[in-house]
């Protein structure tokens, strides 16, 4: 497995965000993770690339435990936030070669990220002069430059016109056939899920309450159906 989560639990003082969340993610699968907002999407993405601890419980990246092994975690991922942190004052070739020695990775790689993601003619610009799109291509070159073995994407086309949306799809599917990625993405976005994604995992106010392939899914009901309903029953 290259993700998977042991009854996680966790408390912010009295507020349960997560309730005994258990799931386990095979390599080379992108899972969509889907849920209302404040079902606890973030705060289990945040867990998992260890920016915070879980109250109880505890999940494996590659079979390291991020508890108890978190450097060896943060090694074998890339991980794009929500709200994409960049300077924006540095221009994409410095932000990138940055960040690549942070990772210790050669500057053929650096050459190899540009191609996959589509900004080898914006390498000159600042970062501070790129539309939003360009911006999320960016957060998603930083999160690759290490090549991780899984990627975490927190809504990544949040704010993104049509156009930009389907440009940042198409990149991440290409990205994923190149180098078999394990990809576990947060959207709100039904389409997104239909049009990328071979397992959906819905979590609400912090129980996992639907964990099947995209198949089964549908075959079961329409899937923006089933999200209706959870968003209704708020």
Not at 29 to 48: C, D, E, R
Not at 144 to 159: A, F, R
């Amino acid at each position: 497995m290259s993700i998977k989560v042991n009854n996680i639990n966790k408390w912010y003082g009295d507020n349960q965000a997560l309730n005994d969340v258990s799931f386990s993610i095979e390599k080379g699968s992108i899972v969509g993770f889907l849920g209302p907002n404040g079902a606890g999407k973030s705060t289990l993405m945040k867990i998992l690339t260890t920016y915070i601890s879980p109250s109880s419980g505890t999940g494996y990246v590659n079979g390291y435990s991020v508890s108890e092994q978190s450097i060896d975690v943060r090694k074998c991922i890339g991980y794009l936030p929500e709200h994409n942190p960049l300077y924006l004052d540095m221009y994409v070739a410095e932000y990138l070669e940055f960040v690549s020695n942070v990772h210790r990775v050669s500057k053929d790689r650096i050459s190899t990220v540009f191609r996959q993601t589509g900004l080898t003619d914006e390498s000159n610009k600042k970062i501070e002069q790129l539309s939003k799109g360009y911006r999320q291509r960016v957060g998603l070159a930083s999160a690759l430059l290490h090549d991780p073995e899984v990627l975490i994407l927190d809504e990544p086309t949040t704010g993104l016109d049509p156009n930009q949306i389907i440009e940042i799809r198409e990149l991440i599917r290409a990205v994923v056939k190149e180098s078999n990625k394990t990809v576990l993405l947060s959207t709100h976005i039904m389409q997104e899920v239909e049009a990328l994604c071979d397992h959906v995992i819905i979590i609400d106010k912090g129980n996992i309450v639907h964990d099947r392939s995209l198949g089964e899914t549908l075959k079961e009901k329409d899937l923006e159906s089933l999200f209706s309903e959870l968003t209704i029953q708020r």
